[in-house]
């Protein structure tokens, strides 16, 4: 499937996607804010080693963490947090887990 539209080669996509949250809600930038991504990394290092994070198009973005369990923490700790004033959403990446 070559439906990566808004993300660069690496980013995101390097990582495997039980290391990674999708984090909705966040402000749009109009380009690659590089800055922005650096504010979103340092916001999600709350919960433990983000090793990425990306502000995408239409407010959608991702971060990658070292562990499972310091994800599971990004997703306690995160969800509903605000980051430059959006309340953000902030779950495990892909489709949830079968119980």
């Known amino acids: 499937g070559g439906q990566d539209k808004g993300y660069g080669k690496g980013g995101l996509v390097s990582f495997p996607n039980d290391k990674k949250v999708f984090i909705g809600g966040l402000p749009t930038p109009t380009g690659p804010d590089k800055?922005?991504?650096?504010k979103l990394k340092e916001h999600?290092?709350?919960a433990g080693t983000c090793l990425f994070a990306e502000v995408g198009k239409s407010g959608k973005g991702g971060a990658?963490?070292?562990?499972?369990?310091e994800l599971e923490q990004a997703v306690s700790l995160l969800n509903g947090s605000v980051f430059e004033?959006?309340?953000?959403?902030?779950?495990v990446w892909g489709p949830p887990?079968?119980?």
Request: aromatic share 4%.
């Open 85 to 91: 004033g959006h309340t953000i959403e902030v779950k």
């Open 44 to 46: 999600m290092s709350v």
């Open 64 to 69: 990658a963490f070292k562990t499972k369990e």
């Open 97 to 99: 887990p079968k119980a």
């Open 35 to 38: 800055a922005l991504n650096k």
